[in-house]
């Protein structure tokens, strides 16, 4: 039995908080129960493998313990130790097979065809202070693939059939004060919910909420404002329930403060008198003046600081971030932030990442939306369905604008209350900007019943918030029936061809490219390669549903009724192989590889979305197979004019036309090709030469100081260099690596789509191959403040050291 410890990415804020008020310790905890699980695989073919689930009764009496699984005393010390978040599909071998599905998920033996690695059990044992009895308990479920049926101490307490959707469930009656407490999970994922790799287990975190009877509810407190000049009426409405077998009084109150924690507004203290199990909402509102707008360039959050006061005393607060700002779609002149024009430069996303499949620590999430951001994307689709509550905290810290979407376009009681349980956990997140009701639901989009369903979906949407809007990602061209008749923002997937036409019909209906683009191509590499399933790094070839960059680009740049559009995709991600199957097993979609590493499209829209010089050149240089004949290479660049020149000899000056890019016909010689650009007057230069063979690989980590949590970490990118520190672009070595200190390596990539290495590894020897000259190591922090030191070695390679301070 572990013993549990207090933690929350926002402790030191919340405390100064509790402070602030004067709040009374331990009256309410937080805590984080991702640590110390157990681990073992059941069966879905087999009761006997399964731990008798389907044969001994779990269901017909209560608390009944007998011999089963979910008795809090089964013996599970031989299971696998783990934490959370957890993907157990990432570490599973690659399969080659022709299931169904098997392609669109990865190659990796999950789904009901793999019976025996298609169920998990999760166990999780823990204590609880004596001095909270009395108190209300909750655990709370941020995300487990999939269907998850939730035993505690014995008990039955719920099932969430959702992937993507948490939930939390009151578990106050079965807390035992005296010992162990025991979480009993059984995921079962032979139904799969998507088309893309979803990956499978507990992968986002797991909370034991512990609060007072009377309390304010997970997800209760919705915080929206009205801006007037430069002044904002901001509204809180805070949900209170009452859960003592007594009626309540209470008092509730919010305080706003900036984001040090500065109060700016209180309300008044409103009282309440709630009968037994009663909910009510208070609606309070706060006057703003001089408000700071929350903006891309400056994410400005403040705080809502809601309290419940029982006798003087207060018996529960929680804090909300949440950010000001205005949004207007407008069919003609399109998107408007803060009433500035603002073209929607997105990237769709599925939530893995090289390494670690599903089960992304939030350090990675920062990591991600960053690397986006700097390419100049300003909004993320989360794809297609609920993502993790800290993508949408690092959108809100970072400035990414984000369309929150429902998995399926479905009314049934359990979609309708996942679309409920979406709306109402991410309502306050500064980011959202727009809810999306579903995706490509070819069976039912273009008649009665998807509208219908629409329409059913769109009243909840305005009823649970009415300060935003929604859309639909439909694949249909000029189209105006079912869903279409109905969304307040038309999504058009791909089929940019037909949005002119359709403005044209419907000139009232805002426009939004809600999967666009969809180039595919491999990182660093220039051929068609059908053995290997590569496809040239360039705006060169795409599925026959999609366009290139620059076709959808070009439309959604230069008409204003065009609200601007999400690229199919943002990174890479495993699953959906395209236009290959096996031995490919991610997709080529995206704009940076399944690590992040840039393909050469990046520069593409680094061009046009930023105003950063941007002056790129492809391919590489290294052509010794190919001396005399003629290489085709690409400049991608926001200058004006470009100039190349192959060791020293001009290969021409060609004008650079917008939202496009350069193309020379260049005779291969080694050496080096330099472009000379000028932008508005501005001498811009870029080069690639012609390497020598590796003779040393280089580790770049991300961040220098990791916070000594456990949860915190880095990533750490290698490349082998030449003897002048080129990148040597087409290098394949194996890399090893040896991490000393109390951290440890959680995945390692090379963005390479057919590659069947292993990202996790079972016996600490760490190690993989390059892929055109780039890896990636993962990193996660321990719990001890000292030096970690990653070293990086090669066979014949000089190697390389990276240190990484952990500090508290
Ligand atoms: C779209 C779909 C995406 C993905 C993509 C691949 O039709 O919405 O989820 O499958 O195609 O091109």
């Known amino acids: 039995m572990t013993k549990i410890s207090i933690f929350h990415p926002t402790k030191i804020a919340f405390l100064i908080s509790f402070l602030f008020v004067g709040f009374q310790a331990n009256a309410q905890k937080k805590i984080s129960l991702d640590e110390d699980w157990r681990f073992h695989f059941g069966n879905a073919a087999d009761v006997s493998k399964d731990f008798d689930y389907g044969k001994t009764a779990l269901l017909h009496k209560s608390n009944v313990f007998a011999t089963t699984i979910v008795n809090p005393k089964f013996v599970d010390t031989t299971w696998k130790k783990i934490n959370v978040p ?14 169904v599905e098997m392609d669109s998920h990865g190659y990796k033996p999950v789904g009901g065809a793999y019976p025996e690695t298609s169920i998990g059990w999760y166990r999780k044992h823990f204590s609880v202070d004596k001095k909270d009895d009395g108190k209300r308990f909750e655990l709370q479920f941020d995300g487990i693939y999939r269907n998850a049926e939730i035993w505690f101490n014995g008990f039955y307490v719920g099932t969430n059939f959702s992937g993507y959707v948490g939930n939390s469930y009151d578990v106050s009656d079965y807390v035992n004060f005296e010992g162990d407490n025991v979480i009993v ?204 509550p800290e993508l949408l905290e690092a959108c809100d810290s970072l400035g990414m604008l984000v369309v929150d979407e429902q998995r399926l376009l479905n009314s049934s009681p359990e979609y309708i209350d996942q679309f409920k349980r979406l709306i109402k956990r991410d309502r306050n997140h500064a980011s959202v900007f727009l809810w ?114 620059e076709t959808w680009w070009k439309l959604a740049a230069e008409n204003d009724y065009w609200l601007g559009g999400f690229v199919w995709t943002g990174f890479d991600y495993r699953g959906e192989p395209t236009p290959y199957k096996w031995p490919n097993i991610s997709s080529h979609f995206g704009i ?89 007057g501005k001498r811009l230069t870029a080069k690639v030469e012609t390497t020598t063979h590796p003779v040393k690989v280089n580790a770049v980590a991300d961040k220098s100081t990791v916070l000594a949590d456990g949860k915190d970490g880095t990533v750490v990118n290698i490349s082998i260099v030449d003897d002048k520190g080129r990148e040597v672009p087409n290098a394949n070595n194996m890399i090893y690596f040896k991490l000393t200190g109390d951290a440890k390596i959680i995945g390692v990539g090379n963005g390479d789509p057919s590659s069947h290495e292993a990202d996790k590894c079972t016996d600490g020897a760490w190690q993989r191959s390059a892929f055109n ?31 990484i301070n952990q500090k508290k």
């Open 86 to 99: 957890h993907d157990w599909v990432v570490e599973l071998p690659f399969v080659k097979s022709d299931q």
């Open 185 to 388: 999970i059984r995921v079962d994922a032979t139904q799969y919910e998507g088309w893309f790799y979803e990956g499978a287990g507990i992968y986002r975190h797991v909370w034991l909420n512990v609060t007072d009877k009377v309390f304010i509810p997970s997800d209760g407190v919705f915080v929206h404002s009205k801006i007037k000049g430069k002044n904002a009426t901001v509204t809180i409405e805070t949900e209170v329930e009452n859960k003592n077998l007594r009626p309540s009084n209470a008092v509730v109150y919010s305080i706003i403060t900036d984001r040090n924690g500065k109060q700016l507004g209180k309300t008044s203290e409103q009282k309440v008198a709630l009968s037994v199990n009663e909910k009510t909402t208070i609606k309070q509102n706060v006057n703003l003046s001089n408000v700071m707008l929350w903006s891309l360039e400056n994410p400005y959050l403040y705080k809502v600081i809601s309290v419940v006061k029982q006798n003087n005393q207060i018996v529960h607060q929680t804090k909300t971030r949440f950010g000001i700002k205005t949004v207007t779609f407008d069919a003609k002149k399109g998107f408007f932030l803060n009433g500035k024009h603002l073209k929607i430069q997105g990237t769709n996303n599925h939530q893995d990442h090289a390494g670690i499949g599903s089960a992304i620590p939030d350090f990675m999430q920062y990591y991600r939306v960053k690397l986006l951001k700097e390419m100049g994307s300003n909004s993320y689709r989360a794809s297609h369905n609920a993502p993790t």
């Open 436 to 549: 999306s009701i579903g995706n490509e639901e070819q069976n039912i989009q273009g008649n009665e019943y998807g509208k219908r369903i629409a329409q059913t979906l769109l009243a909840i949407q305005s009823a649970l918030d009415p300060t935003r809007t929604s859309t639909y990602a439909a694949d249909m061209a000029n189209e105006f029936k079912g869903v279409n008749e109905v969304i307040p923002i038309r999504g058009f997937n791909y089929r940019e061809f037909a949005v002119a036409d359709y403005h044209r019909d419907h000139p009232n209906q805002p426009l939004l490219g809600t999967e666009m683009g969809s180039t595919v191509t491999t990182r660093g590499i220039y051929e068609k390669d059908e053995i290997r399933a590569y496809v040239p790094d360039q705006d060169i070839t795409h599925p026959w549903w999609a366009s290139k960059a």
């Open 592 to 680: 940076l590889d399944v690590c992040g590493f840039p393909k050469n499209i990046y520069y593409y829209y680094k061009s046009w979305w930023t105003n950063e010089d941007i002056l790129h050149i492809s391919p590489h240089w290294n052509w010794s197979e190919k001396i005399g004949q003629p290489v085709e290479v690409w400049v991608n660049t926001n200058a004006d004019e470009v100039e190349l020149f192959l060791n020293g000899k001009s290969l021409g000056k060609k004008t650079m036309p917008r939202n496009s890019h350069l193309k020379w016909q260049v005779n291969y010689e080694p050496g080096t090709l330099e472009a000379i650009a000028f932008k508005n």
């Open 773 to 803: 000259g780039k890896c990636q190591v993962i990193i996660q922090a321990g719990k001890t403040v000292g030096d970690l030191k990653l070293e990086v070695k090669s066979n014949g390679l000089r190697s390389a050291a990276v240190e």
